[in-house]
């Protein structure tokens, strides 16, 4: 399972073998003066959580959903696991504005 982990100045987030193969992505890094905000969401599958579309990435609704969401504005990245609760990291720079991630 996706887990961020804080070292040396930066968040990393950091994928199986499994989910860099169906996310299309590797390991993530941002530096942690980029960290906007982080929010615990209960449910993530909704609108107000998920935006845009998925590409590239895979997904079956409300089993799993990894990799990069794009929509006007920006993308984000995701790492969804059932309906676990997720951690929504907000970004000021970086690839990618939020990472969606399920807690453990």
């Known amino acids: 399972m996706a887990r961020v982990e804080i070292s040396d100045g930066f968040y990393f987030l950091r994928l199986t ?5 169906f996310a299309l992505h590797g390991d993530l890094k941002v530096a942690k003066s980029a960290l906007e905000s982080r929010v615990k969401v209960e449910n993530p599958w909704n609108r107000e959580t998920l935006k845009g579309f998925r590409a590239p990435g895979a997904a079956i609704p409300f089993l799993v959903l990894l990799g990069t969401m794009r929509y006007r504005g920006g993308k984000d990245f995701t790492a969804i696991y059932k309906r676990k609760p997720v951690d929504v ?10 990472w969606i991630v399920s807690s453990t």
């Open 17 to 21: 073998r499994w989910e860099r193969f």
């Open 89 to 98: 990291y907000t970004f000021t720079s970086g690839e990618f504005n939020r």
